[in-house]
């Protein structure tokens, strides 16, 4: 069974940069779209980024232009790259595997976020 597994979350200054991780124990290709997802305490899970199989992204509002989600098959692990960094950007960061059904199935522990102004 897929697992997936987040890291490179921490604490960054406002205006910095952090790169995350999602490591999945199987190819990624398995999953039709991967995502990543973040959650305040006492809020929802909202979405952040996405990346189809055939390489397609998409983003919210929120963090287009400043997150980009990329793959390195090879490695069978999907990254969130987030420059820009607002204390509005604090979370914990979830990525997610769609394995066709159009539902984000498979989730990882998620990693924590914080910036500071």
């Known amino acids: 069974q897929l697992q997936l597994v987040e890291s490179g979350g921490g604490l960054a200054q406002a205006g910095g940069s952090l790169r995350l991780s999602c490591l999945a124990s199987?190819?990624?290709?398995?999953?039709?779209?991967m995502g990543w997802f973040r959650q305040v305490a006492g809020k929802e899970r909202e979405f952040v980024a996405r990346?189809?199989?055939?390489?397609?992204?998409y983003y919210a509002d929120s963090v287009k232009g400043r997150f980009t989600i990329s793959r390195d098959v090879a490695k069978n692990t999907v990254y969130l790259q987030m420059n820009s960094l607002k204390p509005e950007d604090t979370a914990v960061y979830f990525c997610?595997?769609?394995?066709?059904?159009?539902?984000?199935?498979?989730w990882g522990q998620g990693t924590q976020v914080t910036v500071s102004s």
């Open positions: 997610a595997c769609d394995g066709g059904t159009g539902q984000y199935d498979i």
């Open positions: 199987l190819r990624t290709f398995s999953c039709y779209q």
């Open positions: 990346i189809r199989s055939g390489g397609t992204t």
